[in-house]
């Protein structure tokens, strides 16, 4: 699996979603480390807040949210369209 990269924005622990991958694949422990990349945090604070908006606040929290690839596609760059209008 290699170790998964995970950031810190305020009090809030974000993590790739490489994470939900080893939790579907019955990982109890993984290998994390501190990101060094800088990212948009501006972005990554509205993605933080939509998870928390909508109850997500573990890796767990988002089984029931599985798609296709084709849909999640569709959802993710409608919502980020939106986003950019806005």
């Known amino acids: 699996m290699g170790v998964i ?5 305020n009090n809030t622990i974000f993590d790739h979603s ?16 501190w990101e060094d990349k800088k990212l948009n ?6 993605c933080i807040k939509w998870c ?10 988002l089984k029931e ?5 084709k849909d999640y596609e569709i959802a993710w760059y409608k919502r980020c369209n939106d986003l950019h209008k806005s």
């Open 5 to 9: 990269p995970i950031k810190k924005i």
């Open 18 to 33: 490489r994470v939900f991958i080893a939790y579907q694949a019955g990982f109890t422990k993984i290998p994390l480390i």
């Open 41 to 46: 945090w501006e972005l990554c604070q509205i």
């Open 52 to 61: 928390k908006d909508e109850r997500r606040y573990s890796i767990a929290d």
């Open 65 to 69: 949210r599985v798609t296709d690839q």
